[in-house]
């Protein structure tokens, strides 16, 4: 596990390769990248928050708090462990770069654009035996169940579910959204469950009380006792300098619940597809686990994904029309916008910006072969010839520039874009549809656990103040509570 003091001096792991290498002297540790900052203060939140949940959770005093308090924990251990990771990958790939300068340069390989992962509309069916719920027999058993999605180091989380053997499926509502992601990109999604005590776990503990007392002590005082405890008309009154009323007894103690790991899976850009489909669970809880729900062993959702090449032009600028078999600098001048699956051609600049339809549009696809024209005789300006196979013939449009620097710019632009569309693939070939997230609410209290007698203020003067340590504003300081509260409010 990862301390605060220890990312001060270096994120390189005992035993990694960035590590034997400064143990060696072979050389110095890399300084920090203009992204690193920003991972680093993302580590050290997480820290923070994690150490004011342990606080926190002692003091909890309804059941809604422990369990938020504790998804809040799984939460943050995920994110210090993605960030030190992540911190530890970049620094080797810098340590890589420097010892390896040559292959930088103008000559490199383009590297991919980043794009938007959502996940949306997940459901996950359950399967109840027949006899619980059909003929809703058996003990009533509860869990409260969330999703933790993870791409790179950057993690979200689901609004926490209750389960109960009343529900067919799981549902998250709304959308996640992954802005940063590439091509590579590895959504882990992780089912954490964690057991309910039911709903007469605690509410017949005084009424037990005020039997066993009455049982012990004789008939006479064990009358008073109980009417003591119930808070009726027979109940002793209060002698000087105390108050009278009912017998209070302190609430029952809030169980902190446990999460655990009930099933994950990885999807990939193999999976994106522009609506719902099914994917594969590995289970990895057994039926004897107190968080155990009876899953499917299926998760269905919609993924989409939608590179930055499809909304952000590659290149754009004039370029003439040459065309086939013609000669010279003659041509139509058209103002091109290389972006998505084509390269579309307007009469002028203002067309594109109105939104009017293109005169021409050029297909790219990911068997799109360019290539340069050099600048010949009479006067012809170099450019690009852009090649498409159609109907099983070969069809070629030729672009002139006004320069030679406009033209090679222009070829960067179509390797770049090239690649982008190679390494997206699907995700090129329509736009898909990217949807919004919902604002974030808060946690929903938890249906009543303890007995009437505990919910129900007692009447008459005020009694004695709880017990210490069940007040959530006696142990817990105000610095904890504004760290936990602007945590939330700024993640999402």
């Not at 994110?79 to 990771?85: D, E, N, T």
């Not at 032009?313 to 916008?337: D, K, N, S, Y």
């Not at 406009?406 to 874009?417: I, P, Y």
């Not at 190679?422 to 736009?431: F, G, P, R, V």
Request: proline share 11%; charged share 20%; aromatic share 4%.
């Amino acid at each position: 596990m990862y301390r605060r003091d220890e990312w001060s001096r270096a994120a390189a792991a005992e035993g990694s390769a960035l590590d034997m290498e400064q143990r060696r002297g072979c050389c110095c540790p890399p300084a920090p990248a203009p992204q690193e900052p920003e991972l680093q203060r993302a580590l050290e939140r997480a820290l923070r928050v994690r150490e004011g949940a342990r606080r926190l959770l002692p003091a909890c005093s309804r059941p809604e708090q422990a369990l938020e308090t504790t998804k809040t924990l799984v939460l943050c251990e995920a994110r210090v462990v993605a960030a030190g990771g992540e911190l530890q990958r970049r620094q080797e790939a810098r340590l890589r770069g420097a010892r390896r300068p040559s292959q930088g340069g103008p000559g490199a390989e383009p590297v991919p654009c980043r794009g938007t992962v959502c996940i949306s509309d997940l459901r996950i069916p359950l399967m109840w035996k027949d006899t619980e719920y059909f003929r809703n027999k058996g003990e009533l058993h509860r869990c409260a169940v969330f999703l933790l999605l993870q791409v790179g180091a950057e993690i979200h989380d689901t609004p926490t579910v209750l389960v109960d053997r009343t529900l067919t499926d799981i549902c998250f509502e709304g959308a996640v959204l992954f802005p940063e992601a590439g091509p590579d990109f590895e959504l882990r999604l992780e089912l954490y469950s964690a057991g309910l005590p039911g709903p007469g776990a605690q509410g017949s503990a005084p009424r037990k009380l005020a039997s066993r007392l009455s049982t012990s002590l004789g008939r006479s005082s064990g009358r008073r006792a109980r009417a003591a405890m119930d808070g009726g008309p027979a109940s002793p009154p209060g002698t000087a300098g105390t108050a009278t009323g009912a017998l209070l007894l302190p609430p029952p103690g809030v169980p902190c619940p446990r999460f655990q790991l009930l099933a994950h899976t990885t999807l990939s850009l193999a999976q994106v597809h522009d609506g719902f489909r099914t994917h594969d669970l590995v289970i990895a809880a057994d039926e004897q686990s107190p968080c155990w729900v009876p899953l499917y062993g299926r998760v269905c959702c919609r993924l989409a994904a939608r590179p930055s090449c499809m909304d952000t032009p590659a290149a754009t600028g004039t370029l003439r029309l040459q065309a086939p078999g013609a000669e010279g600098p003659g041509g139509t001048p058209l103002f091109c916008v290389l972006r998505g699956p084509g390269l579309l051609c307007y009469g002028s600049a203002s067309e594109a910006e109105a939104g009017q339809e293109p005169t021409l549009t050029i297909a790219v696809t990911k068997d799109t072969r360019v290539r340069a024209l050099q600048a010949g005789g009479q006067g012809q300006p170099p450019g690009v010839a852009v090649t498409n196979r159609l109907g099983g013939e070969e069809v070629t449009h030729g672009l002139l520039a006004e320069s030679t620097a406009e033209a090679q710019r222009w070829l960067q632009a179509w390797g770049q874009h090239l690649c982008d569309l190679a390494q997206w693939k699907q995700c090129c070939e329509e736009l898909m549809r990217i949807e919004e997230p919902p604002p974030r609410r808060p946690p929903a209290p938890l249906p009543p656990q303890g007995s009437l007698y505990h919910q129900t203020a007692p009447p008459g003067p005020p009694g004695p103040p709880p017990a210490e340590g069940l007040l959530l504003q006696e142990n817990v300081s105000a610095e904890i509570r504004a760290l936990l509260s602007s945590y939330y409010s700024d993640s999402y």
